[in-house]
């Protein structure tokens, strides 16, 4: 397709992903023929998946994120879904970038269309395709209008009001490769969406925590706070050979043991559960990922628990894995002292990346750090911090695969 081109649409079920060399977020909107939100709840994205009609699907780092749209299960006055994309790196442009929308069927996954827009610059999102309803039959049109102020502009000038810090200037579309509707002025001021994550949240999303945002190794070791995120790249260069997840933990009060276990659970690109890695089963897909076994106590200095991954090792399959803690015992973690998680070159036994949790819940599971592996290849290891009621491994997968 062209910028301004349409073509009908044969299926009721379409889903459109946008694929590019870096990481992309991609959202739709449901829109009514004023060209508007009718609320919030009509932003769909990585923290809001799922609306009337509209789903958000995330690729898991391996594969384009989607929209997918069932135009049958729409409601009345919704005659328009927009699909945007944005760089997932902070203050990126599509600069060298070439995103390229394909428009599938969703149920057998036939390409409809392809469209890449043409001469982009210092666009930092994009409103690429839109679905929308003529003369009672559904179309899709290649769109190309780019933003300069990120998916927060597009989010605001289609009536989506979110909240930042401090306040922004109203948004200011770039040019349009092929001429369109200019969108409605803004009701609301622009401000900046949570940070990325793979899990909806019940309530709405939080601003991010000051400093947040991704870093890389290229500096030396990074200390993270709690949702940060930092990409395994040094050097220009993905880190691709063995690391070990070092966790450790002590009693909060003096000469009592505690006994944690330390695991990682195994991720496909669907939230699918592969394998779990703990004192029970102390090797996994093929000896990629080994666990040092189990510390009963949690006495002495230094790591109670080591998980030993073999990055380079681990199979395409593999795209997510959670590291967590587990009092088997019933220990709350308000009787735990100075946990923490961090990770270092096996190698070398450089510490690389370290995550000190700083507060506690009556809780007997905690989800310490994830690693997602990214479209293009790297890794990436955020902080978290979750406290969850479960003892054992067994009882974690679920609330892991969410956290995703």
């Known amino acids: 397709m062209t910028p301004g081109s349409n073509i009908p649409l044969p299926v009721t079920r379409v889903a459109v992903d946008v694929a590019a060399p870096v990481r992309l977020d991609v959202s739709g909107l449901l829109l009514t023929a004023d060209g508007k939100v009718r609320s919030d709840d009509d932003f769909i994205f ?34 328009k879904i927009v699909v945007t994309a944005s760089p997932d790196a902070a203050g990126q442009t599509f600069q060298g970038v070439e995103p390229t929308a394909t428009i599938r069927g969703a149920d057998d996954n036939s390409v409809l269309a392809t469209f890449t827009p043409p001469q982009l610059g210092a666009e930092t999102a994009l409103v690429v395709v839109e679905i929308y309803l003529r003369n009672g039959a559904w179309k899709a049109r290649a769109v190309g209008q780019g933003y300069a102020d990120g998916l927060a502009g597009i989010a605001t000038d289609f009536g989506v009001s979110v909240e930042e810090p401090a306040a922004a200037a109203p948004a200011q579309p770039l040019a349009p490769a092929q001429p369109v509707a200019p969108p409605m002025p803004p009701t609301q001021p622009p401000v900046t969406p949570p940070a990325r994550s793979m899990a909806a ?36 260069s993905p880190l691709l050979s063995q690391v070990k997840m070092g966790l450790g933990w002590e009693p909060a009060y003096r000469g009592k043991d505690i006994d944690l276990d330390a695991s990682v659970i195994a991720y496909g690109p669907q939230r699918n559960h592969i394998d779990s890695c703990y004192f029970g089963k102390l090797s996994i897909v093929n000896g990629a990922i080994k666990h040092s076994g189990d510390n009963l106590t949690g006495e002495g200095g230094g790591d109670d628990e080591v998980i030993t991954v073999d990055l380079g090792r681990l199979p395409q399959e593999v795209t997510g894995l959670v590291f967590t803690v587990n009092s088997f015992s019933g220990q709350k973690f308000t009787e735990v002292a100075k946990a923490y998680c961090r990770l270092l070159d096996a190698a070398t036994g450089e510490e690389l990346v370290r995550f000190d949790l700083t507060s506690a819940e009556p809780q007997t599971g905690v989800m310490m750090a994830k690693l997602i592996r990214q479209f293009t290849g790297e890794w990436d290891m955020t902080a978290m911090g979750d406290f969850v009621k479960a003892r054992t491994v067994r009882n974690m997968v679920k609330p892991a695969a969410q956290s995703l």
């Open 46 to 79: 990585y923290n809001q998946p799922a609306g009337p009609g509209v789903t958000y699907r995330s690729g898991g780092g391996t594969a384009p994120d989607a929209i997918i749209v069932d135009t049958s299960a729409l409601p009345p006055g919704i005659e």
């Open 201 to 236: 949240p019940p309530a709405p999303p939080a601003p991010p925590a000051p400093g947040a945002g991704k870093v890389n190794l290229d500096k030396g070791r990074v200390s993270l706070q709690k949702n940060q995120t930092v990409s395994l790249v040094k050097g220009g």
